[in-house]
């Protein structure tokens, strides 16, 4: 086992797109979508390359990970790339419900198991809404590498284009960071209602208030 950083998303309502008519073509832009990612870490400097994996999508997951300790600064790279992955998401009318957590895992050739896993699980049941969820120790570690990066004056200003916190509860502010973002997701949402099926975001008042809470945010 080793201690990582796990991000862990899922796409929403994934089986009832493989079970509709558009399953192809749903299938055919989602390997483009991960494989533009691929490429992205493929070619990222040689220092962060070796440390920043992704493996391939099974099922609705995708999973991206590194070592704890090689190189933390890399978290703000973690966080760029689950940034723009939600975003070709969105643009392609899926939503996703993720976290990312601190823990062991196991990664060899014939496993890709670990307490990680089950952690990024139980965190990721706790959103009410499509969004990406973070444990307190991914968010101190955030809060550390914009210390690092901008300093105590500006630290605190940036760190609300990356957090928010909600019902008690911190997630990645992707929305902020992408101001076409907002319109997009409401897009999608009222795209999925209207075909009956929202159903598969839980709590759906919760998403609306967040959504409030968001455009409340963005005015201050």
């Not at 966080?79 to 009318?93: K, Y």
Request: charged letters at 35%; hydrophobic letters at 35%.
């Amino acid at each position: 086992m080793t201690l990582s950083i796990l991000l862990r998303m899922d796409i929403l309502g994934f089986t009832k797109m493989m079970e509709s008519p558009e399953a192809d073509t749903i299938m055919d832009k989602l390997e483009t979508i991960v494989g533009s990612h691929y490429d992205r870490i493929r070619w990222m400097p040689k220092d962060l390359k070796p440390e920043l994996k992704i493996h391939p999508m099974y099922g609705d997951t995708f999973d991206i990970y590194y070592k704890c300790g090689e190189n933390d600064a890399i978290l703000m790279s973690l966080i760029d790339i689950a940034n723009d992955f939600i975003r070709d998401l969105v643009d392609n009318r899926m939503l996703v419900r993720g976290a990312i957590v601190k823990g062991d895992l196991r990664d060899t050739n014939c496993v890709f198991t670990g307490k990680a896993m089950a952690s990024a699980h139980r965190k990721e049941s706790e959103c009410c809404f499509p969004s990406v969820i973070m444990d307190e120790g991914i968010v101190a570690l955030v809060r550390e590498q914009l210390y690092l990066l901008y300093g105590p004056d500006l630290a605190k200003e940036e760190e609300k284009k990356y957090l928010f916190e909600y019902d008690g509860k911190n997630y990645l502010d992707y929305i902020k960071r992408d101001k076409e973002l907002l319109h997009k997701t409401k897009t999608v949402i009222d795209y999925y209602r209207e075909k009956a099926e929202a159903k598969d975001l839980k709590k759906c008042t919760d998403f609306d208030n967040s959504l409030c809470y968001y455009e409340t945010q963005r005015k201050m």
